[in-house]
């Protein structure tokens, strides 16, 4: 179930029972579970009705203890359970009959921003049932109404373009460093902070950190046009950044076999939009990408690759020093 559905049931009084949150966007997962507090329970007494608990500092008996609970001048209690692994085979065991007074509880099993083992047998119950939650990344175009929403109640606006530079500086994605929303409303505060209630792409390039998944492009760009000054000078630049050599020789890996994923998928005559959900990777980024498609053909791409993955092998298995192999790197792709 995806955490919107979830949020409909919760308005409609429709959640019962026990549910799993899972996925990585923890920020999500908690702001739902708010949101769930302030639908069931009156905050006057909210302290009587909602229970959060480490299943570490606790045994089943202690649970069901809270399961049983009545609630009090409320809609129902709300049970939170962090690292509840430990508990799984109870809760399976005795689901049923925590289930027979399922109108009084709801019962939440944190697992964001993690997911649970998919063998648990109280997991294949409440997948069976649909009770897992799922809060995996924004697509988008939630995520630009989501960072208007934020500057709005930060009493700020934001032109078009300086939201179109932010979005490209983040490259929200699980393999950037504002991989979370929790990062990406801090950058938003950051901006805030500014006098102006305009913010403005002049603002925006002074204040956001860039990602590294977003400053590599301008790498992949110079090398994709066998522009090796520039790609050398690009390479400079991330290393004078403090970016780990490790990380930037992954990102150049990880940006070649993406490049071989968009062209083996374009060969197959799939649409642009579902491309981008089979490599799991941002609009920006696809973009980026297919722009400089025209300097790739798959053999160069699949050569590029291997000598990534060569580079990779030695600078994990030899003495050499990470930055040289990795502008002899570079010079070998251009």
């Known amino acids: 179930m995806n955490y919107t559905n979830f949020l409909?049931?919760?308005?409609?009084n429709e959640v019962s029972g026990i549910y799993c949150f899972q996925g990585t966007e923890d920020y999500l997962a908690k702001n739902t579970l708010n949101f769930l507090k302030r639908?069931?329970?009156?905050?006057?007494?909210?302290?009587?009705?909602s229970f959060e608990k480490d299943a570490a500092d606790?045994?089943?008996?202690?649970?069901?203890?809270?399961?049983?609970?009545?609630?009090?001048?409320?809609?129902?209690?709300v049970i939170v359970l962090y690292n509840w692994?430990?508990?799984?085979?109870?809760?399976?065991?005795?689901y049923e009959e925590i289930e027979k007074i399922k109108d009084s509880y709801v019962l939440i099993l944190m697992s964001s921003p993690e997911s649970p083992k998919k063998n648990l047998s109280i997991v294949k119950t409440l997948m069976k049932y649909d009770r897992l939650v799922d809060f995996d990344m924004v697509n988008p175009i939630a995520l630009k109404n989501w960072i208007l929403k934020k500057f709005e109640e930060e009493n700020k606006k934001i032109n078009d373009a300086a939201l179109a530079k932010f979005m490209?500086?983040?490259?929200?994605?699980?393999?950037?460093?504002?991989?979370?929303l929790y990062k990406i409303e801090n950058e938003i505060k950051k901006l805030s902070s500014i006098s102006s209630e305009l913010i403005d792409v002049k603002t925006v390039d002074l204040m956001v950190n860039k990602s590294i998944s977003s400053n590599i492009f301008n790498l992949t760009d110079a090398i994709s046009q066998k522009n090796r000054k520039k790609a050398i000078q690009e390479l400079n630049k991330l290393l004078n950044n403090g970016e780990e050599p490790v990380k930037i020789l992954y990102m150049l890996s990880r940006h070649m076999i993406n490049v071989l994923k968009?062209?083996?998928?374009?060969?197959?005559?799939?649409?642009?939009?579902?491309?981008?959900?089979l490599v799991a990777i941002s609009k920006f980024e696809f973009n980026k990408i297919y722009s400089s498609l025209k300097n790739f053909s798959e053999d160069k791409a699949r050569f590029s690759l291997e000598k990534c993955m060569d580079a990779d092998y030695i600078l994990k298995t030899k003495k050499n020093e990470p930055n040289v192999l990795l502008f002899e790197l570079v010079v070998s792709l251009n």
């Not at 639908?39 to 009705?49: H, Q, T, Y």
């Open 58 to 77: 606790m045994t089943y008996n202690n649970l069901y203890e809270e399961i049983v609970r009545l609630p009090f001048m409320a809609k129902k209690r």
């Open 168 to 180: 490209e500086y983040l490259n929200y994605s699980k393999d950037s460093e504002f991989n979370s």
């Open 8 to 12: 409909k049931k919760t308005k409609s």
């Open 262 to 277: 968009i062209i083996n998928y374009k060969n197959q005559g799939y649409k642009d939009y579902d491309i981008m959900r």
């Open 39 to 49: 639908e069931l329970i009156d905050e006057s007494v909210l302290e009587f009705n």
């Open 85 to 94: 692994t430990d508990l799984s085979k109870d809760l399976a065991k005795n």
